[in-house]
């Protein structure tokens, strides 16, 4: 049986020893070393990566209290250096330490059990046994567990005999195990767990809480700690350098400067709207000056579907009775007419646009298609043009 390495010791990420066994199963290699600091998936804590001599270790898991490392290539060598990815160990273990110190407090301050724990390289979360939690209860929760980290209390590790258990304050006891692997936090809690640990709580650095979400009727609580959170505070604190360069303004002053300019968004807006709304007057003038009233056809360079609406109305207000009207800008074409004619302009579009690639629908007086180049528009014009009997 392999010496796990990082159940006495979590700080070793480098060492020397010797391949005991190698199994090949669907093109990967399952190692088993004499020693091992490779931690394999469990508990929550995802497993180390590395290196065993020269081969990447792409997974590590344990079956039957043994481990195995998973790698893409036979290593021929008996004797081997192995390193482990120290900063993803350390992730890991703030992260592990981290859980315990807070799901400690949840319960500590407002009898909140922790359901389950889970760790990627993009989230941490708890989900706990409670159906809300408050801003103020989070706040205090995030105050209270950095305070712990602060107050720097030693984190023991050591195995009790199963029947020694009660002796302790020990919420949940892993079923079917004998003897017990403890991880006590000094003066906060006694925790049966596998995984690693901090030596004290300061090595967790910092947690922050970042947000909840219902999940199944619980709350499933994110958080962050120690080089994690720096590395999400960098980019932050970098994202809000850019934002304040870009909008020439403070950072206090970066909210405030963007309501602003949201404001002044839609006041450019409603500008434009009025103003469209009158070169949609002139402009439907104009195309039945041109066209006459009967049928009108027009295919713009630069309009939206939602302005194609706008000069679509006007003709109608304008006696208008076929209206087709296309944009380039998003070869989109809009049929409309008057509901004096027998035509249905949704059936147009349903029967005839796909011989065009086109794909749209709606009703007798009005309907939409959207084709996928504006040679295709066009050729679909025409055709409606000559070959639909209208
Ligand atoms: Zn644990």
């Given at each position: ?6 159940y ?9 020893t ?12 399952y ?10 998936e ?10 065993i ?39 890991h273990t703030q ?8 799901s ?5 301050l ?9 760790l ?12 809300s ?9 995030e105050?209270?567990?950095n ?6 209390h ?16 020990i ?13 006590q ?8 767990c ?8 300061s090595e ?20 962050i ?40 968004n ?5 500008n434009y ?5 009158q ?16 049928k ?7 309009l ?19 209206i087709?009207l ?14 004096n004619l ?6 147009i579009?349903?029967?005839?646009a ?7 629908g ?7 298609c959207s ?9 679909f ?10």
């Amino acid at each position: 049986m392999t010496e796990k390495l990082f159940y006495t010791d979590p700080k070793v990420f480098e060492w020397t020893t010797e391949i005991t066994g190698v199994f090949e199963h669907d093109d990967l290699y399952y190692v088993t070393l004499k020693e091992t600091a490779f931690y394999p998936e469990g508990g929550g804590q995802p497993a180390d990566l590395g290196w065993i001599g020269n081969y990447e270790v792409i997974d590590c898991i344990k079956k039957d209290e043994e481990v195995f490392h998973v790698l893409n290539t036979k290593p021929e060598e008996k004797v081997v250096d192995c390193k482990i990815d120290h900063y993803r160990r350390i992730d890991h273990t703030q992260h592990h330490s981290g859980q315990h110190l807070l799901s400690a407090i949840c319960l500590d301050l407002f009898g909140i059990n922790t359901l389950s724990f889970h760790l990627s390289n993009e989230t941490a979360t708890i989900d706990l046994d409670v159906s809300s939690l408050s801003d103020e209860q989070l706040n205090k929760i995030e105050k209270v567990v950095n305070d712990h980290i602060v107050a720097n209390h030693k984190v023991n590790v050591f195995y009790i005999n199963r029947d020694e258990a009660e002796k302790y304050d020990i919420r949940k006891i892993p079923e079917g195990i004998d003897r017990l692997r403890i991880v006590q936090i000094e003066n906060i809690e006694y925790n049966a767990c596998a995984g690693t640990h901090v030596n004290s709580t300061s090595e967790i650095g910092l947690l922050k809480l970042l947000k909840t979400e219902k999940m199944k009727g619980k709350i499933r609580l994110y958080f962050i700690c120690g080089l994690r959170l720096l590395k999400d505070y960098t980019e932050k604190h970098q994202l809000i350098a850019d934002l304040s360069k870009l909008l020439t303004t403070g950072q206090d002053l970066l909210l405030n400067q963007v309501e602003k300019l949201k404001e002044a968004n839609k006041e450019k807006e409603r500008n434009y709207t009025t103003l469209f709304n009158q070169y949609a007057d002139l402009l439907a003038n104009q195309i039945i000056k041109e066209q006459g009233k009967e049928k009108v056809y027009q295919i713009f360079q630069e309009l939206t579907i939602k302005e194609l609406g706008i000069v679509s109305q006007k003709l109608l207000e304008n006696e208008a009775q076929l209206i087709v009207l296309g944009t380039k800008n998003e070869n989109k074409l809009l049929i409309t007419q008057s509901g004096n004619l027998s035509i249905d302009c949704g059936k147009i579009v349903k029967e005839e646009a796909n011989k065009y690639n086109g794909k749209g629908g709606g009703n007798a007086k009005r309907a939409q298609c959207s084709f996928t180049n504006e040679q295709s528009l066009e050729q679909f014009v025409l055709h409606i043009k000559e070959k639909i009997n209208i």
